[in-house]
């Protein structure tokens, strides 16, 4: 069984809407394109000239590829790691649509695990490692955030 059908498999098990594509040209064609609400989320393809292709491996491009890839695609995957690239994504969307801590309320690491930290210029999303807002450029004051429950983080 190939790793797009695994794929396959797994997006048929969970529901999705998707279209599997298998065209015999030269060099063939073999894709998943997954859809949501009619429109392209992502795809999945194992074709020549694809990253991965000659190990029977997966290259992606969508939704699922992030800007810590530092590209638009991402090669050689196989099913697991492109389901778990999913499943990652989904679940940052899941925290996304609960409501924002804005830095500096002193909510402690435990309370605070189950949201997620916005700045308070622009409201884009925060990782405790960011000193500089990612979209805006606005600096970060952690002061008054405790990562440990017990004191300021400084």
């Not at 059908?5 to 030269?26: F, P």
């Not at 609400?37 to 292709?53: H, L, P, R, V």
């Not at 389901?83 to 679940?91: S, T, Y």
Request: aromatic share 12%.
């Amino acid at each position: 069984m190939s790793e797009l059908d695994k794929l396959e498999l797994w997006l048929k098990k969970n529901g999705y809407t998707y279209e599997r594509i298998e065209e015999n040209w030269d060099y063939g064609r073999h894709q998943i394109v997954v859809n949501k609400d009619t429109e392209k989320q992502w795809d999945a393809i194992c074709q020549k000239g694809s990253y991965g292709y000659a190990e029977g491996l997966l290259e992606i491009y969508g939704y699922i590829v992030t800007e810590e890839d530092g590209d638009t695609v991402v090669g050689w995957l196989n099913a697991d790691a492109v389901i778990n690239r999913v499943r990652q994504k989904e679940f940052m969307q899941e925290q996304m649509a609960k409501e924002p801590v804005i830095f500096g309320d002193g909510a402690t690491f435990e309370e605070a695990k189950n949201f997620w930290y916005a700045c308070a210029v622009c409201k884009n999303p925060l990782d405790f490692c960011d000193n500089f807002c990612r979209k805006c450029g606005s600096a970060i004051d952690w002061k008054g955030v405790k990562k440990d429950g017990d004191g300021d983080e400084s």
